[in-house]
């Protein structure tokens, strides 16, 4: 799929559903927002970059905490609702910039923290992405990642990136955390810190009309699901009831990388 395709499905995607992304509680809530906010031992003083704000869930975390967020997204409906969103919590240190994540519209060294939540998966050039990160990051400057990844084994790697991008058309990969560390290492920043990938349960009839799968492609994915193999049911904790699916979790997994000071410089 090309790079223009994938962001105009993602802008049909969430442009269509940015409400939704807005309250949705999987987004809105978790302790891997404030492991993020915990991670980045913040003084006060920072200024962060937010890619892919979606709802604004993750600007908000930070807000509180820093000089200033300044939150990006690629479609401009999510950032209209997510601006609102802040607005109505009366955040006041948060700008909101249309931005592609592999193009940032930024000077070199402008962000202390570059940070993006549940919103890789869906970038046309990942590795470019972390490239940009790289460069709008101060020598020193810490680059925190929190998305959908897949365990190194080949079987669920497929079976995971096969639902979420049924669900989603706009999903174009979850990755490893193998390949994230090998882009983010190629893009000149120092691995600090891998956590453990963690389940998150999707509640099936929430999670699919988020996306307003139409019904005969939603009951397609659901017959699907029930005929997967007993180790996929099994590791993504496939919850059946009276033959329909309740539940599937998805795998997230946080990584920390940091720009290193040049032996040039002060």
């Known amino acids: 799929m090309d790079e223009r395709r994938i962001k105009n499905l993602v802008k049909a995607q969430f442009g269509a559903a940015a409400q939704a992304y807005v309250t949705s509680a999987g987004h809105a809530e978790g302790d891997d927002l404030r492991r993020l906010v915990e991670l980045a031992r913040l003084t006060g003083v920072e200024r962060v970059l937010d890619v892919a704000t979606g709802g604004g869930h993750t600007a908000l975390a930070f807000a509180p905490h820093v000089r200033e967020v300044v939150a990006s997204d690629l479609t401009p409906e999510m950032l209209a609702a997510a601006e609102t969103f802040a607005q109505s919590k009366g955040a006041s240190n948060i700008r909101f910039r249309q931005a592609e994540a592999e193009r940032l519209p930024f000077e070199d060294a402008a962000f202390d923290v570059v940070v993006t939540r549940i919103a890789p998966h869906h970038f046309a050039d990942p590795e470019r992405f972390v490239a940009e990160a790289a460069r709008v990051l101060r020598p020193g400057g810490l680059f925190l990642l929190d998305d959908n990844m897949t365990p190194e084994d080949a079987e669920l790697d497929a079976f995971m990136n096969r639902f979420e991008q049924w669900r989603d058309p706009s ?21 600090e810190l891998v956590d453990p990938l963690y389940p998150k349960r999707y509640e099936f009839d929430a999670w699919t009309a988020r996306m307003r799968m139409p019904e005969p492609e939603r009951r397609a994915l659901e017959r699907w699901l029930l005929a997967a193999p007993a180790r996929c049911k099994e590791f993504f904790q496939l919850k059946v ?25 002060p």
Not at 171 to 191: C, D, F, K, N, S
Not at 248 to 265: D, H, L, P, T
């Open 171 to 191: 999903h174009v990969r979850a990755y490893t955390q193998t390949e994230w560390i090998r882009m983010i290492e190629h893009a000149g920043l120092a691995i």
């Open 241 to 265: 009831q009276d033959e329909s699916v309740k539940s599937i979790a998805g795998y997230f997994g946080i990584i920390e990388g940091r720009k290193q000071v040049s032996k040039e410089q």
